[in-house]
């Protein structure tokens, strides 16, 4: 079993920026992927991005990256918008685009 926990969330004004974190725990050398998506009222919930090897992959003003050394995946969001309000969820596979595993979600609040 893997356990995923989130943190960073908040509120933010627009434009500026915010780092999530999400510590895993488990068994978590049978993961292919990790990654977050998020939710905003009334919405599906969508991907926003996964990391699977390497160290970072930057999704526009997103960056996800991992520690290995601390079991932690981060994701970094510059220039934040009203539209990027929502609950952010850190996320992990056994295989490539399968979600078997999802944290309890973080709000992020982009206001004014």
């Known amino acids: 079993q893997v356990q995923l926990v989130e943190s960073g969330g908040g509120l933010v004004q627009p434009g500026g920026s915010l780092r999530l974190s999400c510590v895993h725990s488990?068994?978590?050398?049978?993961?292919?992927?990790m990654g977050w998506y998020r939710q905003a009222p009334g919405k599906e919930r969508e991907l926003v991005a996964r990391i699977q090897n390497g160290a970072q992959s930057v999704k526009g003003r997103f960056t996800i990256s991992r520690d290995n050394a601390q079991n932690t995946v981060y994701l970094q969001m510059n220039s934040l918008k009203p539209e990027d309000t929502a609950v952010y969820y850190c996320?992990?596979?056994?295989?490539?685009?399968?979600?078997?595993?999802w944290g309890q979600g973080t709000q992020v609040t982009v206001s004014s």
């Open positions: 488990g068994s978590i050398f049978r993961l292919n992927w």
């Open positions: 996320s992990a596979g056994l295989s490539w685009g399968v979600i078997n595993y």
